[in-house]
């Protein structure tokens, strides 16, 4: 079966550097742009960064620059990095893939859960002092 696998998840306190993985399952993650998805209860699940099969990173206009995304194909993993953590980073995150093949390799705009594949069962995050 093909999914991510997200960890790094748990308790940060405001102003730490959190530091997620997604690694990839049954699958070739260096094929494909990697989309990260952010989920707070009562909300829709928001895309917020990807890193394109190149390594160029974009962000969702409601994500700072302090967010920075790399790729290790060797290792089928992606890493999300997330400096000076604020409050509203809080929730689920989640990765997964376009399903259209001529499109996978390139990151959308915008970032929507709609026409993706292969997600896992996220990782929470929680900030609190």
């Known amino acids: 079966q093909e999914q991510f696998v997200e960890s790094g998840g748990g308790l940060v306190q405001p102003g730490e550097t959190l530091r997620l993985s997604c690694s990839a399952s049954?699958?070739?993650?260096?094929?494909?742009?990697i989309n990260w998805f952010r989920q707070t209860p009562g909300k829709e699940r928001e895309g917020v960064a990807c890193?394109?099969?190149?390594?160029?990173?974009s962000h969702a206009d409601s994500v700072t620059n302090r967010w920075t995304i790399s790729r290790e194909n060797r290792r089928n993993t992606v890493t999300l990095r997330i400096y000076d953590v604020k409050p509203d980073d809080a929730g689920v995150y989640y990765c997964?893939?376009?399903?259209?093949?001529?499109?996978?390799?390139?990151?959308?705009?915008?970032?929507?859960?709609?026409?993706?594949?292969?997600w896992g069962k996220g990782t929470l995050v929680t900030v609190s002092s």
């Open positions: 997964a893939v376009r399903r259209e093949t001529a499109d996978q390799g390139v990151c959308p705009n915008p970032i929507l859960p709609n026409g993706m594949k292969n």
């Open positions: 049954g699958f070739t993650l260096a094929n494909y742009a």
């Open positions: 890193i394109d099969v190149d390594g160029g990173n």
